[in-house]
């Protein structure tokens, strides 16, 4: 069976994780494609800072392991004071009775904890399994899990069987969060089927809100789903310095810092 490009990345990504360094030809016997198309592949991977070329293959950066060893649930536990006063103030945007898009971030549970405890009538449309559980015996909420593939220690919907349920839809908001956010690089994330279906989503919603703890602000992960001209407003829990925040400004992005 033929992998798409992003497929075969990942694939890459998970075999360099599990052992840290591998050849070009052992990826070749691995995966199933030509030693040319995973050179074209590495080389690419590289410029991208997920992996560092050797002598005949490949090894994994530090700064990529790193990326990896973020299941869900430690990603949960992480900042969730802090995620918990964004997820607040991110509330006063939504209006009864709109179609709301949840991506499967921690912050973004948060929010949909939140929703839980209000009398609102909405339509919430989200990739996250957990999110879709918080909200679903809500009477007063209307929920829509888009489709795709669970994948280990992950809680979200991947890839892109989803968008064609997207393209049915109307979306009034978009909350999403990233492994990493950067005037220069908008909003990346490390996951490549994630920030596939990440970049529909960011395509369909009418307005964009990034949902951003402090300690994303500044960072540059894997791949970027959203470029800060797309983004509307930007939640954080603390203050941006005065120059990002200035160029934020100059790009029309409504700052709120939930302190």
């Known amino acids: 069976m033929k992998m798409f490009v992003t497929e075969r990345r990942n694939k890459i990504m998970e075999l360099l994780h599990d052992k840290q360094r591998l050849t070009v030809k052992e990826l070749s016997e691995q995966i199933g494609v030509s030693e040319a198309t995973l050179r074209t592949d590495l080389n690419k991977m590289e410029k991208n800072g997920l992996l560092t070329r050797t002598h005949g293959g490949a090894m994994l950066n530090q700064q990529s392991e790193f990326d990896y060893d973020t299941s869900f649930s430690v990603r949960e536990k992480r900042n969730r004071k802090e995620k918990s006063l964004i997820a607040k103030e ?81 979306i009034d908001i978009l909350f999403t969060s990233a492994n990493g956010f950067s005037v220069e690089n908008g909003l990346t994330d490390f996951n490549l ?25 500044g960072v540059t ?39």
Do not use: W
């Open 90 to 170: 991110a509330f006063q945007l939504i209006e009864e009775k709109q179609c709301i898009l949840l991506d499967a971030s921690s912050t973004a549970l948060e929010l949909a904890r939140y929703l839980n405890e209000k009398m609102i009538r909405l339509t919430v449309v989200t990739s996250g399994i957990q999110t879709a559980l918080e909200l679903k015996d809500n009477p007063n909420i209307t929920v829509i899990l888009i489709g795709g593939v669970v994948t280990k220690g992950s809680s979200t919907m991947e890839g892109t069987l989803g968008v064609e349920l997207l393209d049915k839809l109307n």
């Open 221 to 259: 992960s894997s791949a970027p789903f959203a470029s800060t001209n797309q983004i509307d407003v930007l939640i954080t829990n603390d203050s941006i310095d005065p120059d990002t925040e200035q160029v934020l400004v100059n790009h029309n992005i409504h700052m709120i810092s939930a302190l």
């Open 193 to 217: 089927y994630e920030v596939e279906l990440k970049k529909h989503m960011v395509n369909k919603a009418q307005k964009i809100v990034a949902v951003i703890d402090h300690s994303k602000i």
